[in-house]
């Protein structure tokens, strides 16, 4: 996680002029890699959505007989400990993943935007005690204070939501921070308050319109990092619980069972990798296109 | 300079306080009663009993707050409620392992990230090139604990090179070292990618600058050119990314630590989670929450002291 508090003052991105989306689209089209992120998150949304219509197999339809087994003709991937049908947890598990990731960075783009914009705004004491805050927060590596915060709350799909979305308010806040201090010495931001425009209406009507191709590219790219820090949470045993499918569990299992066959581990690490890759892939052609400047 | 400095340890302290307090009273922030919290609603009452006075919980909040403030600071983290040990010498145990593997990760990464680097912007937009972003990419997305399983099941388990448990022993460091390997390249792998890519766009800014071009139109050499004044001011900025590297290495070791059952700060946290053994997970917290403050503080002032325009500038910004 870096810090970007100190963004160069360019003036407002080349998002700002209208036609942006265009040129996303166009891009998209022409960028051989953001259209295989693309291809890789619609998949990923179709298996999330549908992924219990579209699996072979019921997720706890067990076969134990035939457990632990490698790829076959019944089991295109293989089964798990209990003779469970791994692509099919895994199609399933896909739900799990985007559940939490997806909420946990939008609750962390609600609460980090806010505060980003208070402390950019006003300045002064509220900007300190902010950084400061914002600072104690980054002082723990991510994971843990996600592991510290879930085992103290118990786990649930809701309370490792909450604790990973934690970790990422820092990041937005500093983002939306250093854009609205960016933006603020814009000469339209002295027109409207000559005009009696309160601070309030300025940062919502006429700030935040400004950086949120900026920040959509943040939620780009966080999402597919939400979803290792939950896998990683569900592989340590403190998420998600058995029997659910979630990949981290899958992983879990599949390590305790490593001896003997080696597929859930390797499927499993296959979707995972497959995900987070593909999202990236495409989170970084948009922020190409979009705002160069939140390269990290 | 000076002035810098001084507000960078300021603030470092007073994160460090924050953090502390945090801790402190973290149980007390969870909705619910605090005995319950930390043993999980099935404790009975004569343990309860026991971790409430142990963990100073029947004595007022700003009280416990005051007392684990100071106990930090000189070195006092309570007790683990399982061995009766000091929580500060279970975590002097385990320090070194984890700090060793980490030095030996950062050590793995900045030696094949830099060449990687090098490499790609030597040979900017060929196919090399192409590839190696590829290839960085997945690097960097790689999580640790999915590599960390990949290299146990491909070098321990499918054919025997590695061991997959244990640190070895110091006496016979050859072992050590081989016990170091498959859990110091899980941790790595995301670190060479991430430093690959930072030095290639680093070196293509830097030969993009004026004193280059003046360079090379006094004849100076390319090898010359490249290595000794591109390569060397291009390093500047990994130096501020291996504080941030330090720090997460040893996050991210927790998943490395359980998987290659390794005895370090990691899975000191990790199975002191699962006994919710409180007091151990409060401590193994807060010295890795201080380390990677330390870390990430130490890297910027280098850098600063390295980056003379970083200096300049931050004299004419006020922050």
């Known amino acids: 996680m870096s810090t970007v508090d100190a963004l160069p003052e360019a003036p407002t991105t080349s998002a700002s002029h209208p036609g942006w989306l265009g040129e996303v689209v166009h891009d998209i089209v022409h960028r051989p890699v953001m259209l295989v992120g693309l291809g890789v ?179 780009a790219m966080d999402i597919p990092s939400a979803i290792t820090i939950s896998a990683g949470l569900d592989f340590l045993g403190l998420g998600l619980q058995p029997p659910t499918p979630s990949w981290g569990g899958i992983l879990s299992s599949g390590f305790y069972y490593v001896e003997q066959s080696p597929w859930p581990v390797i499927w499993a690490s296959v979707f995972l990798v497959i995900a987070t890759l593909g999202f990236t892939l495409l989170a970084e052609g948009l922020r190409d296109v979009i705002d160069p400047r939140l390269s990290r | 300079m000076l002035k810098y400095l001084g507000t960078r340890l300021v603030m470092a302290f007073v994160v460090i306080v924050i953090v502390i307090t945090f801790l402190a009273l973290l149980v007390h922030l969870i909705p619910g009663n605090p005995v319950t919290t930390i043993m999980g609603p099935r404790a009975s009452p004569a343990l309860a009993q026991i971790v409430r006075h142990d963990m100073n919980l029947d004595r007022p909040i700003p009280v416990q707050v005051w007392d684990f403030i100071t106990g930090a600071f000189r070195g006092n983290l309570g007790v683990d409620f399982v061995s009766n040990l000091s929580v500060t010498s279970l975590i002097a145990n385990a320090l070194p392992q984890t700090l060793a593997l980490a030095f030996t990760s950062l050590f793995i990464a900045v030696g094949l990230g830099v060449p990687v680097g090098v490499y790609a912007a030597k040979h900017v937009n060929g196919a090399a090139d192409r590839l190696l972003a590829v290839v960085s990419v997945s690097f960097i997305t790689m999580p640790a604990f999915v590599v960390g399983l990949l290299l146990l099941l491909a070098f321990s388990v499918h054919i025997h090179v590695f061991p997959a448990i244990g640190t070895g022993s110091l006496s016979a460091p050859g072992d050590y070292l081989r016990h170091l390997v498959l859990p110091a390249c899980a941790l790595a792998l995301t670190w060479i990618g991430y430093i690959g890519r930072l030095v290639r766009a680093n070196m293509l800014e830097v030969l993009g600058e004026p004193h280059i071009r003046t360079a090379r139109a006094h004849g100076v050499r390319d090898g010359v050119v490249f290595y000794r004044l591109a390569l060397k001011n291009a390093l500047i900025p990994v130096v501020a990314v291996l504080g941030v590297g330090l720090g997460s290495l040893i996050g991210g070791a927790i998943f490395v630590e359980v998987i290659f059952a390794r005895p370090g700060i990691g899975s000191l946290i990790y199975n002191a989670i699962l006994e919710r053994n409180y007091p151990v997970v409060r401590g193994g917290v807060l010295v890795v929450a201080i380390l990677f403050v330390f870390a990430n503080l130490a890297a910027d002032i280098v850098y600063r002291f390295l980056d003379p325009r970083v200096r300049v500038e931050l004299q004419n910004v006020k922050r």
């Not at chain 1, 007989?65 to 089964?79: D, E, F, M, V």
């Not at chain 1, 592991?147 to 939306?176: K, Q």
């Not at chain 1, 409207?192 to 940062?203: C, F, Q, Y």
């Open chain 1, 41 to 219: 998150w619609v998949a990923f949304i179709i298996m999330a959505i549908g992924g219990q219509h579209l699996a072979p197999y019921a997720i706890d339809a067990q076969d134990i007989a035939h457990r632990l087994q490698g790829p076959s003709h019944a089991h295109l991937l293989g089964t798990d400990e209990l003779g469970r049908d791994l692509l099919s947890r895994l199609m399933v598990g896909t739900r799990y993943a985007l559940a939490v990731a997806i909420p946990a960075v939008a609750i962390a783009l609600v609460v980090g935007v806010t505060v980003g914009m208070l402390a950019g705004f006003f300045g002064g004491v509220v900007d300190r005690v902010v950084v400061t805050l914002l600072d104690s927060v980054q002082a723990f590596p991510a994971v843990i204070l996600a592991l510290t915060l879930l085992a103290l709350v118990g786990h649930s799909l809701r309370n490792e939501t909450l604790v990973i979305s934690v970790a990422f308010i820092p990041s937005y806040a500093r983002v939306t921070r250093a854009l609205v201090m960016a933006a603020k010495n814009n000469q339209w931001v002295d027109a409207e308050r000559s005009l009696g425009a309160r601070p309030l209406r300025i940062v919502v009507v006429h700030i935040l319109p400004n950086i949120a191709a900026s920040l959509f590219v943040l939620m």
